[in-house]
T-cell receptor
Framework: NAGVMQNPRHLVRRRGQEARLRCSPM?????VYWYRQLPEEGLKFMVY????????ESGMPKERFSAEFPKEGPSILRIQQVVRGDSAAYFC????????????????FGPGTRLTVL | QKEVEQNSGPLSVPEGAIASLNCTYS??????FFWYRQYSGKSPELIMS??SNGDKEDGRFTAQLNKASQYVSLLIRDSQPSDSATYLC???????????WGLGTSLAVNP
């Protein structure tokens, strides 16, 4: 079984450009989560999506960042007009579903996308 | 503010010893508890999940949950240098809430 897939693994952008990060969840998983991790820091939750719905975007900056998880295709995290402070590792995780106290809410992580803004 | 707290470490143990990692959480409604391991430059990898009070063993790893005291711990027996990593505790309060993450404990196993 294929795990969570993310691409690209490494992405270099110049200030002001757009970055698009893709995440394909594990087969059968309908819940996707995006996290950001700065060097030597903890995981920071950004957004939680189900197919065609944003469930919780409380961790996402209000400007320049957006996420989607269409009915068909991967989830996309989009960063417009990138700045140097956006340089980080962006991880995607997926779960079967979320129901407290069950194995179905276990999150499995992809390998991450390392974004470098020059 | 719901929180998950871990000692940042570094926790240093000799090879073959037992490493004990602890995590406390603030939300009494929490129902799911997870330990992940993260090597430098890599993504978090699930080690154990635990949902009920008591111990859960998987190989050299034992997770312990005490909901009354609001803590969850991870014991690593016969620690190996390859266990050197950051260990992340995560808690799900249920009702479609996202995981709340601790900042992680850095473990160093010395040969």
């Amino acid at each position: 079984n294929a795990g969570v897939m993310q691409n690209p693994r490494h992405l270099v952008r110049r200030r002001g450009q757009e970055a698009r990060l893709r995440c394909s969840p594990m087969k059968g998983h309908s819940h996707v989560y995006w996290y950001r991790q700065l060097p030597e820091e903890g995981l920071k939750f950004m957004v939680y999506l189900q197919k065609e719905n944003i469930i919780d975007e409380s961790g996402m900056p209000k400007e320049r960042f957006s996420a989607e998880f269409p009915k068909e295709g991967p989830s996309i995290l989009r960063i417009q007009q990138v700045v140097r402070g956006d340089s980080a590792a962006y991880f995607c995780a997926s779960s079967l579903r979320t129901s407290g106290g069950s194995f179905t809410d276990t999150q499995y992580f992809g390998p991450g996308t390392r974004l470098t803004v020059l | 503010q719901k929180e998950v707290e871990q000692n940042s470490g570094p926790l240093s143990v000799p090879e073959g010893a037992i490493a004990s990692l602890n995590c406390t959480y603030s939300d009494r409604g929490s129902q799911s508890f997870f330990w992940y391991r993260q090597y430098s430059g890599k993504s978090p990898e699930l080690i154990m999940s635990i949902y009920s009070n008591g111990d859960k063993e998987d190989g050299r790893f034992t997770a312990q949950l005490n909901k009354a005291s609001q803590y969850v711990s991870l014991l690593i027996r016969d620690s190996q240098p390859s266990d050197s990593a950051t260990y992340l505790c995560a808690v799900n309060a249920g009702n479609n809430r996202k995981l709340i993450w601790g900042l992680g404990t850095s473990l160093a196993v010395n040969p």
